[in-house]
């Protein structure tokens, strides 16, 4: 049984700060990430960890605010979220994959049912 557990999600004044966790369990994979997803929009890349090497991806949108970070033991991987803005309002989902390329959603064999971060003006 393979899942992904996300959490931390919630309403925060823009300027504010979430810290969002994924618990997988099931099987080791090649990386995990987060992707997000506002209404009308496609899903897209904000940040992966590769296990093998510790090499870590951000999207250009949020880089300098935001932090990936992993704790192999619990194989879990968290998202801090500084300075968040009005833009950064969506649906944050967890993703895992064996192969492909890190940005790509289609990369992702896994998904978690996402957290909503909401963030007002």
């Known amino acids: 049984q393979v899942q992904l557990v996300e959490s931390g999600g919630g309403l925060v004044q823009a300027g504010g700060s979430l810290r969002l966790s994924c618990a997988a369990s099931?099987?080791?994979?090649?990386?995990m990430g987060w992707f997000r997803q506002a209404p009308g929009k496609e899903r897209e890349f904000v940040a992966a960890f590769n296990w093998s090497g510790s090499r870590i991806y951000y999207a250009d949108s949020v880089k300098g605010r935001f932090t990936i970070s992993t704790d192999s033991a619990k194989n879990t991987v968290y998202l801090q979220m500084n300075n968040l803005n009005v833009e950064d309002t969506a649906v944050y989902y967890c993703?895992?994959?064996?192969?492909?390329?890190?940005?790509?959603?289609?990369?992702?064999?896994?998904w978690g049912q996402g957290t909503q971060v909401t963030v007002s003006s």
């Open positions: 993703a895992a994959r064996l192969t492909g390329t890190y940005y790509s959603v289609n990369s992702y064999n896994y």
């Open positions: 099931g099987r080791t994979f090649a990386s």
